[in-house]
């Protein structure tokens, strides 16, 4: 059975990408924690409200306590992280949000990850973190 954390879940594409994986596989867990910034809307999992397979847990990506409880507490075996402030011109009006969720978050899931997978084994081998952004957070690319 697939246990699964989502961040940035109820921005466009998260949200997206849980409607595919509840589709798609029944009996899935999936947790998906979101802080609902301006690229967020909570109505995009209205579809999936009361789904008994999805738990939404309202924090920042930051929290590394919190997203180690989750991990152990539900043994979740997967941890997709969509959460990005991805808009340009508010990076460049504000830069100190994007330093903190892009890359303090970043870093605090993946520590997260490592403290309860790796050195507590609370969950066997096979786990797996995947990083989905844009352009904005992991930098454009030049083709000659």
Known sequence: MLRM???GGA???GAN???HCLERHAGMRLVVLDALTYA???ENLQAVNGCSSLRFVHSIN???DLVEGILRDVRLDTLVHFAAESHVDRSTRGPDEFIHTNILGSHSLLRAARKVWLDERTVDDRHRFHHVSTDEVYGSTRIS
Request: net charge negative; no cysteine; aromatic share 20%.
């Open 62 to 64: 930051t929290d590394q």
């Open 40 to 42: 967020d809307e909570v």
């Open 11 to 13: 921005g466009f594409i």
């Open 17 to 19: 990408f849980v409607h």
């Open 5 to 7: 954390l989502f961040t």
